[in-house]
């Protein structure tokens, strides 16, 4: 683990100090999901509650760790000459599970939260993060599009992930500004984002044919 990995760890670390703190101050049942409308609709005993969502991050991030060590030998160069966007990914990531976490636990704790206006641009902030980075990641078994398509090729990969970035940034977008002005349309954005991820997936077969068939033409 790098140096740089100090920080990251130290977030998760943090949601660990938080569960300490708290556990005697939070309900024996804590709500642990919220649906569009901000209103808990999932509940879980203390240790779901306060350890579940540090336990996953802190796993997140230990694979994080490993996939440049477990990537297949011909991409590794490629994960390597990402670490830059890969690192601030690790980061992005963490500090996002750090925010839910927070939330979740206030509102445990018995503040009155409007969680979707602190959620939507969360989510909305991770889904651009993840946009601007897909223009710079290259072939690889974990991270961006992996159809079977985006992985037999450089070419229909990085066509797969110009048109990605630009719709993720998008999708960021809309979800900063709907969390700002309106909550109706969240169910209108996940069907967006959903319509939008099988879209990309169905021009990467595009992409894919239009160059076998070029191959064959030449």
């Known amino acids: 683990m790098s140096k740089k990995d100090v920080i990251p760890l130290g977030l998760v670390l943090a949601m660990f100090a938080i569960a300490f703190l708290v556990q005697n101050e939070v309900p024996e049942v804590m709500a642990t999901h919220w649906n569009a409308k901000g209103q808990a609709d999932g509940y879980g005993g203390k240790f779901i ?8 991050t802190l796993l997140i991030l230990g694979l994080f760790h490993a996939i440049p060590k477990i990537e297949v030998l011909d991409f590794r160069k490629n994960i390597h000459d990402f670490e830059k966007h890969f690192y601030g990914l690790r980061l992005t990531l963490t500090a996002f599970m750090l925010i839910i976490y927070t939330v979740t636990v206030a509102i445990n704790l018995g503040y009155d939260i409007p969680i979707n206006k602190i959620i939507m641009p ?27 398509w985006t992985i037999t090729s450089d070419r229909v990969w990085d066509k797969t992930h110009i048109l990605a970035s630009k719709l993720f940034r998008l999708m960021g977008a809309l979800f900063i500004i709907a969390a700002l002005t309106t909550q109706k349309v969240v169910g209108v954005l996940i069907s967006f984002i959903l319509v939008t991820t099988l879209f990309i997936i169905i021009y990467s077969y595009w992409i894919y044919r239009r160059e076998v068939e070029g191959g064959k033409d030449g």
Do not use: D
């Open 122 to 148: 969360a989510v909305g902030g991770l889904i651009f993060y993840l946009g601007y980075i897909m223009q710079f990641v290259k072939r690889n078994f974990w991270i961006g599009v992996r159809t079977p």
């Open 49 to 56: 509650g306060l350890y579940l969502m540090p336990i996953i």
